[in-house]
């Protein structure tokens, strides 16, 4: 009876010892977070980054396997520019604000696309027509405009209308929205697997 009450005395002593160096106040070791009142009660608020749970991926053949290792192709080809032109415009933003000039407004937006297009012309060029029209979605995503309001706004109406006109020749629309709930549900499931590393 002495044996199995010191055994378990010797089993219990080390949590007993570990619990009282995490919940002793003058102890400065812990996790320090926020916190509230409620009902003089203080509940500790922490803050997690989101989680994404997917299903198991599964395709019901081959060309539908395909297809959707196709889409993450295009989309990780696309999503760095997406970014960069989220940084640039929000950049360009804050730069024309405080302008009252418009000539001067003009100057600086004819400026920053040149500069963007000797930095970047080449590599767009070289997209695919399925990555240009994940391109022009994945903009919207970022910067919370089409392509169209991007280019009326930078660059005025008279361009926007050229370079919409100019886009539905070739099968393009300056004026799609990104529908992350619906239409583009598999684009943003790529998107946040690129963001998270999961892809």
Request: glycine share 6%; hydrophobic share 40%; proline share 3%.
């Amino acid at each position: 009876m002495i044996r199995k009450s010191l055994t378990g005395l010797l089993l219990f002593l080390p949590g007993f010892l570990l619990a009282q160096s995490i919940l002793n106040p003058r102890d400065e070791a812990g996790v320090h977070c926020s916190a509230v009142i409620i009902d003089n009660d203080t509940v500790p608020i922490i803050y997690l980054d989101n989680v994404y749970i997917w299903g198991k991926m599964s395709f019901r053949n081959s060309a539908e396997a395909r297809q959707w290792n196709r889409l993450v192709y295009n989309v990780k080809k696309t999503w760095p520019y997406a970014r960069l032109a989220g940084l640039k415009f929000e950049e360009y933003s804050k730069k024309i604000v405080n302008v009252d000039n418009e000539r001067l407004k003009k100057a600086m937006m004819k400026q920053a696309e040149d500069e963007l297009q000797e930095q970047f012309g080449d590599e767009l060029k070289a997209l695919t027509f399925t990555q240009g029209k994940i391109l022009l979605k994945l903009v919207d995503r970022q910067t919370d405009n089409c392509s169209y309001d991007i280019v009326k706004d930078f660059r005025g109406r008279f361009q926007a209308f050229f370079w919409q006109s100019f886009a539905r020749i070739f099968g393009y629309n300056l004026k799609v929205k990104y529908d992350p709930l619906r239409e583009d549900a598999d684009i943003e499931r790529i998107v946040l697997m690129i963001e998270n590393g999961t892809i």
